[in-house]
């Protein structure tokens, strides 16, 4: 005589629940795992936003410098520090002078953190670079490109400034007037 048989065994259902157990586990490491790359990707894409803020800041400075006769509108440097005076955006998109004061303060881990300051107000840290960085100063000349490390107070301005890094960034000083 045939039984009919309905419905599932014991073993059967055990066997299921464990198979369902492995999948929902290995499911949430998966979204565990993704959740920690959007997050990284996250991070980097802010430190990079931030990086082209502050080369945007930085070009946009250089580019407004107006360096002239007397004191306050000298352009000085040396390898630790820039200053010039330049046009600064002020809130409500207009712009007024003011003078910019580009330098290195010591960061954690032996790396420098550059900084600009706008009219001795405090210091605004812009990026983190090694802890070899520093400032050069470009002429160009009849004999091409001198490079000096320090430039003192006087009418005549450097044609660039150069944030000496891994990566070298340049700064044409003056080129948007």
């Known amino acids: 005589m045939l039984r009919s048989r309905r419905g599932f065994t014991l073993v ?11 999948v929902l586990f ?5 979204v565990e795992r993704t959740q920690e790359l959007s997050d990284r990707v996250v991070s980097l894409a802010d430190s990079s936003l931030a990086d ?5 800041l930085l070009f946009a ?17 040396d390898p630790r520090e820039a200053s010039f005076p330049t046009w600064c955006e002020r ?3 207009w712009i007024e002078r003011c003078r910019a004061l580009l330098g290195f303060a010591d960061g954690t881990s032996g790396a420098r953190v550059l900084t600009v300051a706008f009219d001795a107000n405090a210091p605004i840290a812009l990026a983190t670079v090694e802890s070899t960085a520093h400032f050069a100063y470009l002429v160009h000349g009849s004999n091409g490109v001198q490079t000096f ?4 107070d006087g009418i005549s301005r450097p044609d660039a ?7 070298t960034l340049v700064l044409p000083i003056g080129a948007g007037r």
């Not at 082209?52 to 945007?56: G, H, Q, R, V, Y």
């Not at 490390?149 to 003192?152: N, Q, R, S």
């Open 161 to 167: 400034v150069a944030i000496v890094s891994i990566d």
């Open 149 to 152: 490390t320090t430039w003192g």
């Open 26 to 30: 290995g499911t949430a490491g998966l």
């Open 12 to 22: 059967e259902l055990l066997v299921a629940l464990a198979m369902s157990g492995l």
């Open 91 to 93: 809130v409500g998109g």
């Open 52 to 56: 082209a803020a502050a080369a945007d």
């Open 61 to 77: 400075l250089a580019a407004r410098a107006e360096v002239g006769a007397g004191e306050l509108h000298a352009f000085a440097g």
